[in-house]
Every structure is written in structure tokens, then in C-alpha cells.
């Protein structure tokens, strides 16, 4: 039977009005997400934007303490002074985390803050001695003051570019990324300084173009999210949210979270396997209590938690309210410092508030050895015979940026100063040697 013209109106009118509907439900979804989305984008370039204001504040007052300090003769102001300038040194590095840029400027100038702050950690220690500023601690604090102020004009140039429409949430990592382009500026070399102590021998470790210990199958976000759940295995986490990708040179996802509490934290996993590269929690410690010891079975647990086997205490600093353990993979008895992990532990809860895996995402892998041809006996003797007190261990270390090398490593003092000595296990060359200026500042590990 055919339909009437009346009736063949009517399927029409209702087909349209079915069309239209959906027309109008899908843009009123569409418009929902793209809302979502730009409220969304807006969260992420304030979170940037945050983070890079109250960097370039932070070298304006590390420049300016720096200054003054150089003019000031009472020890009780100048011990003050120096107090201020590792705060924003802490701080500082806490802003720079942010970014995530995986270039030698980033490396270069998280280097050079953390050393910074641990100058002054040590100038402290030696005021509170009762001892005066030596000429060359002066010269040092000088020629920082003068590298803190180039570093600050380069950060702050960025702003130059802000009114040509530059958003970290879009530009960062890009091919005309105007800020990593100033983070290179920093590592070229043109900006030297004194070296001053550092955060246990080969922090900086060497990251190979290829991440070696990032293994495993592609995961999604959602996966990620149950990670991260394991990393923050009683936490009391209120809520994980996928934040972005993440454009370092290991894929990865950047989630935040909210913890019980209103603490916040954030998260970096690997999209291959899902391992972890960065953990950052604010936690203001309020009563210390937890011994150095203590802090080390923390460090060991954790690792052992998240997956990572045979990591070994190298090194630990305290602070007297965090405290800082490099742990390294062990094989067949040989401590392996390129593949370093850092924990950050508060010294009144215990947590576990801070982790760096980049150096073990890079470089770790197992390792063949070959049968050493010097002895532990030999090597001690092809070194000064200056040195007492002697501890001897064998060890992978970074080599000319991109290699490694197997090495012993002898420990020794001489005045009251810690040395490391490290000869090549194979021919007995003495390839390098580090000096750890103040023996409260941090300790090897044996």
C-alpha cells in the first residue's frame, strides 16, 4: 500500500525534527567538551605559568641575597642570608621539576641550583664553627652571584615572547619552543662556575639517547592511573587525574594528585611499562624524628615496592628535615651509578615525597663483566699514598658522556676530607677523582 502524500509529509517533518534534535545534542556535547577542553588547557598553562613566574622570583632572590652577602662582615646576618638563598634554591628546583625539558640546560641548571644550595648548606655549617668566610669562599660566592644573574635574565627573557601568543600548554617541547631553546642557551657552555660539592658521586649519571631500562608493552592512561595508585600505596588518595603526555624523550603521562588532606602531588610514568620517572609531593615537615638508618630501610623498601630489585644505598645527605638517598642497581657485587634512582624522604611521616628515575630509565641493563686484570691491591697502590683510612669497592661509572667504564672506587681521607679515587680495573689508569668538601654534608655508603 502506498502512503499518501499527507502521510509521506509527515515522515518527513518527523525524520527533520529527529535530524535537528541530534543536530542540537551534538553540539551541545561538543560544546561541553570543547568547554571542558579549554578549561581544561587553561588549568595546565596556569600550573605552567605558576611554576615559571615563581622560578624567575626565585633567581631574583638568589641574585640579590648573593649580592649582598658579598658586603656583609656580621656572621650572624650573613649566616641568615645564606639561609635564605637555599630556600629559594629549594624552591627553584621544586619549579624547574615542572617542566619535565630533557636537555642538557635543564640538566645543567638543576645542577647548578642544587650545588648552589649545598654551598650555602656548607657555608652555613661553617659559620655556625665560628669560623670566618676564607678569601676564596668569598670569590666563590662572587663569581655565583654573577652566573645567577645571567641565568636569571635568560629566564626571564621568555617574556619577551609572550605577547607573540606563546603558551607553555602548546609550545613546550615543540620544534620552535622558545623555552627550551633559552634551557639550551644555559648548557652551551658560555656560563661557567667554580665546582663546589655535589649530591653524591655521579648524580648526574649519563643518559643515552636510547632509554635502556624502559621495557615492556604500550600502556593507556587509564592503566597509568592504576600505577600510579601502586607508587602511592597508602597515601589516602582522594583522586588521580590524567593531566598530559608528557614530551621528554621518554614518552610518558603526567597525572596529578590530590591526596586526604588537600596535599598534592604529582606523578610522571613511562607510556612503555609504565615506570616511574618522577614523583613530587609538597610536605612541610613539622617534627623530625626518624633516623638516617631509618630513612635508608624507607629507600629500600620502596624501590623494592615499585618494582625496581637489587638497589643499593650509595649515598645520603640530611637536611634536617628530608633526607636524600641515591640508590644504584647492584649486579654480581658491582655498584652500577649510572643506574641511579633519588628518593627524597620526610624525616617526620617517613614518605617517601620525592623521586628522580631518569638515569635509571636511560641506562639500566644487564651487564656482562669481563674478569678484572688489576687487583684491588694494585689499585690502592696507584694512588696517592696521602690518603688513609682506605675502603675499596668495584663500580660502573659514566664515561665521556655516552660510555661507561669499570672502575674501583677507593675511598680515602687526607686532613680530614673525604676522596674518591677511581682506577680502571682493567689497566689501572686513574680516571677520576672527587673531593667532598664537608663530611656533614653527605655520606658514602659502602
Excluded at 100 to 126: F, R
Amino acid at each position: 500500500m502506498e502512503l499518501t502524500n499527507k502521510k509521506k509529509n509527515i515522515i518527513i517533518a518527523i525524520i527533520i525534527v529527529l535530524l535537528l534534535a541530534a543536530v542540537i545534542t551534538l553540539s551541545v556535547f561538543v560544546g561541553i567538551y570543547a568547554k571542558d577542553r579549554m578549561e581544561k588547557d587553561r588549568d595546565i598553562e596556569g600550573f605552567y605559568q605558576s611554576a615559571y613566574y615563581g622560578l624567575v622570583g626565585n633567581f631574583v632572590d638568589i641574585e640579590n641575597d648573593l649580592a649582598k652577602s658579598r658586603v656583609m662582615s656580621d656572621s650572624k646576618i650573613l649566616r641568615q642570608n645564606l639561609m635564605k638563598i637555599d630556600v629559594n634554591c629549594n624552591l627553584a628546583s621544586q619549579n624547574l621539576q615542572v617542566f619535565y625539558a630533557n636537555n642538557e640546560g635543564m640538566s645543567n641548571l638543576m645542577n647548578y641550583i642544587n650545588q648552589l644550595g649545598d654551598y650555602c648548606g656548607y657555608l652555613i655549617k661553617e659559620i655556625e664553627k665560628g669560623k670566618s668566610l676564607t678569601t676564596s669562599q668569598v670569590e666563590n660566592l662572587n663569581r655565583m652571584w654573577i652566573v645567577s644573574k645571567e641565568y636569571g635574565k635568560l629566564l626571564n627573557s621568555l617574556q619577551d615572547y609572550a605577547t607573540d601568543g606563546y603558551t607553555f600548554a602548546k609550545m613546550l617541547g615543540a620544534n620552535n619552543d622558545k623555552f627550551e631553546d633559552i634551557l639550551s642557551n644555559i648548557g652551551n657552555g658560555s656560563i661557567e662556575y667554580p665546582s663546589l660539592i655535589y649530591d653524591g658521586p655521579f648524580s648526574d649519571g649519563v643518559q643515552n639517547r636510547e632509554a635502556k631500562g624502559v621495557t615492556g608493552e604500550e600502556i593507556t592512561a587509564d592503566q597509568g592511573k592504576k600505577l600510579v595508585e601502586k607508587y602511592l600505596v597508602g597515601y589516602d588518595i582522594e583522586n588521580i587525574e590524567y593531566a598530559e603526555d608528557s614530551i621528554n624523550r621518554i614518552p610518558s603521562y603526567l597525572y596529578a594528585v590530590k591526596l586526604k588532606g588537600g596535599r598534592q602531588c604529582s606523578v610522571q610514568i613511562a607510556k612503555k611499562g609504565g615506570l616511574l620517572l618522577m614523583l613530587d609531593l609538597f610536605h612541610e615537615v613539622v617534627e623530625p624524628s626518624l633516623t638516617m638508618e631509618q630513612c635508608q630501610k624507607v629507600a629500600e623498601q620502596y624501590c623494592e615496592s615499585i618494582g625496581l630489585k637489587n638497589m643499593k644505598a650509595v649515598w645520603i645527605n640530611n637536611n634536617q628535615s628530608n633526607v636524600y638517598i641515591n640508590m644504584c642497581y647492584e649486579q654480581d657485587g658491582i655498584v652500577n651509578y649510572p643506574d641511579m634512582v633519588k628518593l627524597k624522604i620526610s624525616l617526620d611521616t617517613g614518605e617517601v615525597i620525592g623521586y628522580e628515575g631518569l638515569n635509571y630509565a636511560f641506562n639500566h641493563t644487564s651487564r656482562e663483566y669481563e674478569k678484572p686484570t688489576i687487583s684491588e691491591e694494585q689499585a690502592v697502590l696507584n694512588v696517592s699514598a696521602l690518603l688513609s683510612d682506605i675502603e675499596v669497592r668495584m663500580v660502573t661509572i659514566p664515561w665521556n658522556t655516552v660510555s661507561e667504564k669499570v672502575a674501583y672506587e677507593i675511598v680515602g681521607t687526607l686532613d680530614g676530607e673525604k676522596y674518591f679515587v677511581y682506577v680502571d680495573v682493567y689497566n689501572g689508569d686513574e680516571l677520576n677523582v672527587l673531593r667532598m668538601i664537608d663530611s656533614n654534608q653527605g655520606d658514602l655508603l659502602m
